[in-house]
């Protein structure tokens, strides 16, 4: 089992950054089993989609909209990751959840990303 705990979500003007953090806990077995970890964002009335996601080797992967704003990382320890998010627009706007990938998929209980125009 993977508990995933985010904070760092906020209200922001549009052009403003954040940063949010992600930290994974459970069994030793489960953490080292850890793969990928990344975020997804879930806007009002839209489906779940995925934001950025970054492997155990290091690779990272974005979706079009946020590339050259958004930067994802892992900590040192790597059961954290982070999403830099700079030049943030109104439609960054959702629930932001971090989603790790152990033996299954495992879900944080998500922060709210709000950007004013």
């Known amino acids: 089992q993977v508990r995933l705990v985010e904070s760092g979500g906020g209200l922001v003007q549009a052009g403003g950054s954040l940063r949010l953090s992600c930290a994974a806990s459970?069994?030793?077995?489960?953490?080292?089993?850890?793969?990928?970890m990344g975020w997804y964002r879930q806007a009002p009335g839209k489906q779940r989609e995925p934001v950025a996601s970054?492997?155990?080797?290091?690779?990272?992967n974005y979706t079009d909209s946020v590339k050259g704003r958004f930067t994802i990382s892992r900590g040192n320890a790597k059961n954290t990751v982070y999403l830099e998010m700079n030049n943030l627009k109104p439609e960054d706007t959702a629930v932001y959840y971090c989603?790790?990938?152990?033996?299954?998929?495992?879900w944080g209980q998500g922060t709210q990303v709000t950007v004013s125009s």
């Open positions: 989603h790790a990938v152990s033996g299954r998929d495992y």
């Open positions: 970054v492997t155990g080797g290091g690779n990272t």
């Open positions: 459970g069994t030793i077995f489960s953490i080292f089993s850890i793969n990928v």
